[in-house]
């Protein structure tokens, strides 16, 4: 493991950065650290060695008994996250990924030539739906006043910092780090100018007299614009406001095992609405309301920080049954009394 402990090294001095020349955030360089944690557990438990061998003066056999090796390395591993850990597919797709860029560094970084196995690294891949509120919801979260009050305090913090975030579509870590230098006062109203953590875009998004009544709560509290949470007692208490709003609704939950779907249960029954609620459907949220509400896409792009085609932005829209049969029925009718235009026939003199 003591090259691996030299890569995430040099990830945290910066001596190893992005091909962009970025450093790779705290949480990114985590994932390293669990990667390693994984393969540590995965060789006691096994026996299996993560072995790196330099090609440079090996005969053809030595060769093909390395390329079989990290053949058994790859399977060998993606069972034990599948079947000991009990991992899906995009889990075990991301812990292969960061393998791979290991066996990049050891080529690139170290000029360690191990050959080109990392392409039997296979990267499983799966879309996890993100759900999204309703027009509806979001509107009884702004507006009910008599919901609010009932709430306990903590829980009116989260609720509003899920609001924000619903209105802006910025991430949980941005909102986590706004203060009174990200807003600006124009001629037009209140703005929030914000760099983002994850992507280093700059957007600047009009705030709507909402947003400013929540943020003006906590103006002379403290340094940051909004209650500081950690995320995942933000996702708890999310679940809770939306389990008391009364978003019990029973809701499949997919995953995907070796590109295998299955509905996952909670307790043996179906997960509730209130159960997949987290900090990613705020921001699904604050995409699906613009664009069902005619804000333009490439103007949602800008603010949302998504590049144009980036298929990553269309997993964060959700269109509403009732707006898909609003936009069906406008076509139905159009086909209704569409009028096909007789052919002209001439006549054939020769």
Not at 29 to 39: A, C, D
Request: glycine share 6%; charged share 25%; proline share 3%.
């Amino acid at each position: 493991m003591g090259l691996f402990d030299r890569l995430i090294k040099d990830l945290k001095t910066g001596k190893k950065l992005q091909p962009n020349g970025h450093r790779l955030s705290d949480g990114s360089i985590r994932n390293y650290e669990i990667v390693r944690k994984n393969l540590w557990q995965f060789s006691n438990k096994t026996g299996i060695k993560l072995r790196i061998r330099e090609l440079g003066g090996l005969t053809a056999r030595e060769r093909l008994s390395q390329r079989n090796y990290w053949k058994r390395l790859y399977i060998s591993f993606s069972d034990y996250l599948y079947d000991t850990k009990d991992c899906h597919d995009n889990y075990v797709g991301s812990q292969m990924k960061i393998i791979r860029a290991f066996l990049n560094y050891l080529k690139q970084d170290l000029f360690i030539d191990t050959g080109n196995y990392r392409a039997l690294l296979y990267i499983p891949k799966e879309e996890i739906p993100v759900i999204a509120l309703s027009v509806e919801q979001l509107q009884f979260l702004i507006h009910s006043d008599e919901f609010h009050n009932a709430l306990p305090e903590h829980l009116k913090k989260t609720k509003d910092i899920f609001i924000i975030g619903c209105l802006t579509a910025l991430r949980f870590s941005d909102l986590m780090n706004l203060t009174t230098n990200n807003l600006k006062l124009t001629s037009s109203g209140y703005y929030l100018s914000v760099r983002s953590i994850k992507t280093k875009c700059t957007s600047s998004i009009p705030l709507p007299c909402c947003a400013i009544e929540i943020l003006n709560k906590y103006a002379l509290r403290q340094k940051t614009l909004l209650p500081k949470q950690s995320l995942s007692n933000f996702g708890l208490n999310m679940k809770e406001i939306a389990e008391k709003a009364g978003w019990t609704h029973p809701i499949e939950k997919w995953r995907e095992k070796r590109g295998v779907a299955k509905v996952l249960k909670l307790k043996k029954k179906h997960y509730r609405f209130c159960d997949l609620v987290s900090s990613h459907t705020m921001r699904k949220t604050a995409i699906s309301t613009m664009v069902e509400m005619g804000v333009a896409e490439h103007i949602v792009r800008n603010i949302s920080g998504h590049a144009p085609g980036s298929k990553e932005f269309y997993r964060y829209v959700s269109i509403s049954q009732a707006k898909k049969d609003e936009e069906l029925d406008k076509l139905y009718l159009q086909l209704k009394n569409y009028k096909v235009a007789k052919p002209k026939y001439v006549m054939y003199t020769g």
